[in-house]
């Protein structure tokens, strides 16, 4: 019996030693992957942050001699190392860490890593604090007869909700680090049929060049990566010459339609057009709108579809596991500075 009331008395002080454990591994790792080039880790908060692994050390030990000591300690170590993650995250710059684990497998694949290690030190960090803060509580404090101060599952769950929320936040939309600066093409049109949890997109670019690109993927939602094959080649001059017609379309740029938000219904359609024009809007006809584009849209990306050139393909991923990929995604705006553009008036438009 005495064992068995032992045991009982150990398992939170065990189980708080093991977060605290995971959490200054974690960081340590991070700092090693990353090296002392690429990231701003010399500022006070990457100080703190690389102090972290000790601190959390420290408290590994003494959970079990000064258990109160050590639980303060592992909380102090989460909020001496936390200020670094947000700094880095929100304030650098940078694109967020959650871009990298998106795109074809081979970009950015050296980041990769780094992503997760990133994102792992977060929901540790999240996981100690809430497990100091949990083993502080007085023990008359209870829960199902039980003191709250014994409890691990509220770790667990403060930790995965921080880490859903940051997804929620910089995952949405999807895009792939970094910024681009090339031609724009003259025209984009999507097209989306959504049956269930899957969606078959077809998409095709006219450059001003005479240059197409056809590209399709047929993806599920809860599936992290997809396949996407394209085709390229040049068009003929005679659908050039409509092309270029419907790319300069006055009626098309002066027309206004709902925002291009992702098809939610069970069974849905849509099309998804934008002209080269920088200040021309995206145009979103859909089932759930109760809208149908014009029938040159239509006849235009059916002839660019049957059009022969070389193909290839790749897989691409989606962190959000298909919900963040969305129509604006699908039309080529893959990075930040594509989402965003000055409109004539002033303000700035984001799709």
């Known amino acids: 019996m005495g064992a068995v009331q032992q045991s009982t008395r150990l398992r939170p002080v065990r189980s708080a030693a093991a977060v605290f454990l995971c959490a200054g591994l974690s960081i340590a790792f991070l700092f090693l992957r990353m090296g002392l080039g690429g990231f701003p880790i010399w500022a006070w908060p990457g100080i703190m942050a690389m102090a972290g692994p000790i601190i959390f050390l420290c408290a590994c030990v003494l959970v079990f001699f000064r258990p ?3 639980y303060v300690l592992g909380g102090i170590a989460g909020v001496v190392a936390l200020p670094w993650f947000v700094l880095t995250e929100s304030s ?5 860490i959650w871009t990298y684990l998106n795109g074809p497998y081979d970009f950015g694949i050296n980041y990769r890593p780094y992503a997760t290690l990133k994102i792992l030190s977060v929901a540790l960090i999240a996981a100690a604090v809430t497990c100091s803060f949990l083993r502080l509580l007085p023990s008359g404090l209870l829960l199902r007869n039980s003191p709250l101060s014994h409890r691990t599952w509220p770790t667990i769950a403060v930790s995965v909700l921080v880490v859903a929320l940051w997804l929620h936040h910089s995952a949405m939309p999807w895009m792939l680090p970094g910024i681009v600066d090339a031609v724009s093409p003259e025209l984009r049109i999507l097209h989306v049929e959504k049956r269930g949890l899957q969606f078959h997109e077809t998409s095709a670019f006219f450059f001003r060049n005479g240059r197409f690109s056809v590209d399709h993927n047929d993806r599920r939602l809860l599936e992290y990566r997809f396949q996407s094959r394209w085709t390229v080649g040049r068009i003929p001059p005679i ?3 409509r092309a270029n017609a419907l790319a300069h379309s006055t009626a098309l740029r002066n027309l206004r339609t709902a925002p291009p938000i992702a098809l939610r219904s069970w069974n849905a359609e849509g099309w998804y057009v934008v002209l080269g024009n920088r200040d021309s809007p995206l145009l979103a006809f859909t089932t759930e709108y109760g809208t149908n584009p014009p029938s040159e849209i239509r006849d235009m990306l059916a002839q660019i579809e049957k059009l022969p050139g070389p193909q290839e393909s790749s ?13 604006v995604s699908g039309l080529g705006f893959t990075y930040s500075n594509e989402r965003c553009h000055g409109m004539p008036d002033g303000t700035t438009q984001c799709l």
């Open 315 to 327: 897989a691409f991923q989606d962190v959000c596991l298909g919900f963040c990929y969305d129509p």
């Open 239 to 241: 659908i050039l010459d």
């Open 68 to 70: 109160t000591l050590g």
């Open 92 to 96: 650098s710059g940078l694109p967020s």
